[in-house]
Structure formats: structure tokens, C-alpha cells
């Protein structure tokens, strides 16, 4: 049985995709990933651990059944996924075999990262999450029909708010809390 230490990252980038090709780091939802991890690089504190370092590169060029298999192998580490929704997220095959297998097969709790939003008021108002982000989710059918399966964090892009998320052990596969719509109070 593999450790589930890894938080596995979920992102659209138009297919298909090469992470060394310079066009990736103009991929938006790309670009906020790499954020991640350059926060890492800098405070090695950062509670990220990266699942897409933990097995091969997937080249552009892959057969979708050998990419198939890498994004499996990577979410079977992962003790949770961090998905990035935005207004450029768009229900590509492989994000949608990333959300499906990681909630409906591994039952892993999802923190939602939304870019396009800075502040806890921009996710929700005293009536919950907003009309604004549950618009998003329509973005992505996979992700609306399966999130009340496990725990989810719906978050506005922000390092000190991703850095609680990531450092809650509620948050994980392990010791996840009850499944619901969770997000922080303003």
C-alpha cells in the first residue's frame, strides 16, 4: 500500500499538454500550480507536497491509457487534491478522469482554489458559498455531481488561506471530516 502523503493538484490546460513546451507557463490554471510550488522552493515550511513529482512526466505525446495510468498513480500518493477552478477551466478528459477517480474511486477530500477570487467575502457572503462560485462548478459536471462525497474547501486564492488548508488534517484522506461544502468564515 502506498503512503498518501502527496496533495495531488488538478488543473485544465488545453490538450494536449507538455509541461516543457514554454506555452504551458502561459496556461493559466498552469501558472497557479507552479505558484505552489515555487512557494515550496522558497519556504521549504509550505505544507505542499507536489504527487505530479512523485512519478513520470507525462509527455504530450502519451497514449491516453498510459497517461490515464500515470494520473492513477500519482492520486493512489495523495492524501488529498487540490483543484484550481477558474473562468479558464474548461472539462478536459484528463481533468475529468483526475476529479472522478480521486473522489468516486480514492474518496479523497478536495480544497478548491479559486484564482480569479482574493478574498474569503469574494467565496461567501452570511448566506454561504455564493451564486458566483456554484457557477463555476457548472464548469466542470464531474466535480458538482461528486463533491458531496467527500469533504470540500471551497478557498479564494490566498497564500495564508491555502496554508491552513493544506495543514488541516480534516482535510485529508486519512482523517477526513464528515463529507460537506466547507469553507472559512469571514
Not at 474547501?153 to 488548508?165: D, E, G, M, S, V
Request: overall charge positive.
Amino acid at each position: 500500500m502506498a503512503y498518501r502523503t502527496a496533495n495531488y493538484t488538478a488543473f485544465y490546460v488545453k490538450e494536449p499538454f507538455n509541461e516543457s513546451n514554454l506555452g504551458a507557463y502561459a496556461t493559466p490554471d498552469f501558472i497557479y500550480y507552479n505558484q505552489l510550488r515555487a512557494w515550496k522552493a522558497k519556504d521549504s515550511s509550505f505544507p505542499f507536497i507536489d504527487a505530479h513529482a512523485k512519478t513520470y512526466n507525462v509527455r504530450d505525446d502519451s497514449a491516453w491509457e498510459t497517461l490515464k495510468q500515470r494520473l492513477h498513480a500519482r492520486l493512489d500518493v495523495s492524501k488529498n487534491i487540490i483543484l484550481f477552478l477558474s473562468e479558464n477551466t474548461k472539462n478536459s478528459r484528463a481533468l475529468h478522469e483526475e476529479i472522478d477517480y480521486g473522489i468516486n474511486t480514492k474518496g479523497l477530500p478536495v480544497i478548491v482554489i479559486y484564482p480569479g477570487l482574493m478574498e474569503n467575502s469574494d467565496v461567501v457572503d452570511q448566506f454561504g458559498i455564493k451564486q458566483t462560485v456554484k457557477t463555476l462548478w457548472n464548469k466542470l459536471p464531474v466535480f458538482k455531481l461528486s463533491m458531496g462525497k467527500v469533504a470540500t474547501l471551497h478557498i479564494p486564492y490566498k497564500q495564508t488561506l491555502i496554508t491552513r488548508a493544506l495543514n488541516d488534517p480534516d482535510l485529508t484522506v486519512q482523517k477526513m471530516t464528515k463529507s460537506d461544502q466547507y469553507y472559512f468564515r469571514f
